[in-house]
């Protein structure tokens, strides 16, 4: 069901980098802003990243987003255990004139 | 600051009609820069973008292919929320509903969400 896809998981050690791939179509990520996503346990989606790179007031200046033709990456720097989590992009597809989610990326901290 | 709360039974018979309401507080749904959404998410269709209300200068719907024909979403300018219907339910639409505020093209602030079981 899910439009975009994203590897279904990602680790790094605390401290470490971590990137997190995103790839759509020339009618979604091809076309329009890419925005993240950041999901705990039990809870709803947290907005992280929005616009592809800009990030909402209170989220650490460690994640970072950027986008390049039909793919968008999200990276998490200096990763800590409490960025433990599963985490979404999303863009509006205008072929689809609906809004569109990739399939997960679950972040462990080793 | 902007919250929604959302209300509605966590159990549906199948063929019946699933009915969620999202109250706003700190904004309007009458609001000419936001969208209201509903959004779910279960283990075999991951996220998935049901449909939204937006105002402006008139009210605009938009639905998502996967749910058209089965699904209302209407805006209570009286109340300050906007509500879900979702007609002939089957097993398949099990999962946690989620309200949810666009702006500037990101769903930004999000209801608690809603586990929403279609079981006889």
Known sequence: QSVLTQPPSASGTPGQRVTISCSGSRSNVGSDTVNWYQQLPGTAPKLLIYSNNQRPSGVPDRFSGSKSGTSASLAISG?????????YCAAWDGSLNGYVFGTGTKVTVL | QVQLQQSG???????????????????????????WNW???????????????YYRSKWYNGYAVSVKGRITINPDTSKNQFSLQLHSVTPEDTAVYYCARLVGGAPDIWGQGTMVTVSS
Not at chain 2, 39 to 53: M, V
């Open chain 2, 9 to 35: 039974p966590g159990l549906v018979k199948p063929s019946q009609t699933l009915s969620l309401t999202c109250a706003i507080s700190g904004d309007s749904v009458s609001s000419n820069s936001a969208a």
């Open chain 1, 79 to 87: 990763l800590q255990s409490e960025d433990e989590a599963e985490y």
């Open chain 2, 39 to 53: 959004i779910r998410q279960s283990p075999s269709r991951g996220l998935e973008w049901l449909g939204r209300t």
